[in-house]
């Protein structure tokens, strides 16, 4: 069974059967995805999930969000609104890149909505120095296109050049990044204190690629400590793994997880 549809300007899209027994599993894509970018998670996990992805404010089909609002406060309230909507009351909820930051604040703030979290190859907008300082040097290697300029490996474009084309249209499917508004997600009072961090009540897993150009694992590694997070580095994998390592991505998570792999 598969679904989509738009709440208060959000797009979602969705797969599989909601089950009373088992918490349902939400994706948040990063700067150079959109919803559609989860493609073969869908597939493997719609057969025993209730599976959901949305599209972040200006991204994919969602509404561009207003020039005056939060940016980071917007996708929070737009992944909670969807969650309420669909009428999902336990999440597993799984964010890459960008995503982490909508997806580390909903676990904070709704402890009892979000049952488990997985972050990937993310800062998610922790005041971490190391992580910090390694997206200030991966910005020298970006255009336009910010971040979404390095989520794909050198090496997987020559291989694998048909999905390296579909990964570029799914990517154009989003409004340009407003630099403004990408600034604001590394604003002082935007980030996260680590100290906050043993808050979390979920479970959480942190998982980085080995090559990643953006966050390699040692700008992230001990990020969650607090929090007592597992941590997975998968070798040879870079920005996105989900993408370019489906099968050993979706292994991960699985295990993660608790579910079937």
């Given amino acids: 069974m598969r679904a989509s549809g738009t709440t208060n300007g959000i797009a979602w899209i969705a797969a599989g059967r909601m089950r009373a027994d088992r918490p349902s599993l939400l994706f948040i894509h990063g700067a150079g995805g959109n919803s559609a970018g989860w493609w073969q998670q869908f597939d493997h996990f719609a057969p025993h999930r209730h599976v959901v992805a949305i599209d972040l404010p200006g991204f994919g089909r969602s509404d561009l969000p207003s020039p005056d609002s939060d940016p980071v406060a917007a996708m929070v309230q737009g992944a909670a609104g969807v969650c309420e909507a669909l009428g999902l009351t336990r999440i597993d909820l799984v964010c890459q890149s960008l995503g982490g930051w909508a997806g580390l604040r909903l676990a904070l703030s709704r402890p009892d909505l979000v049952n488990a979290l997985v972050l990937c190859c993310t800062l998610a907008g922790i005041a971490h120095p190391p ?55 590394f604003a002082p009072e935007v980030l996260i204190a680590p100290g906050r961090l043993a808050e979390l009540a ?49 292994a991960v998570l699985a295990d993660a997880l608790g579910v079937p792999a």
């Fill in 202 to 250: 979920a479970p959480a897993t942190l998982i980085m690629g080995a090559c990643d150009p953006i966050w390699p694992p040692d700008s992230l590694t001990g990020m969650l400590a607090t929090a007592g997070a597992r941590e997975v580095v998968m070798p040879g994998a870079g920005h996105s793994p989900y993408f370019e390592q489906p099968g050993a991505f979706n």
């Fill in 131 to 185: 992580g910090l300082a390694a997206f200030r040097e991966a910005t020298a290697h970006m255009d336009e296109r910010g971040p979404a300029a390095l989520g794909l490996q050198p090496q997987f474009e020559i291989d694998e050049p048909a999905k390296a084309l579909l990964y570029r249209h799914i990517a154009a499917a989003n409004a340009p990044l407003d630099p403004a508004w990408g600034q604001r997600l």
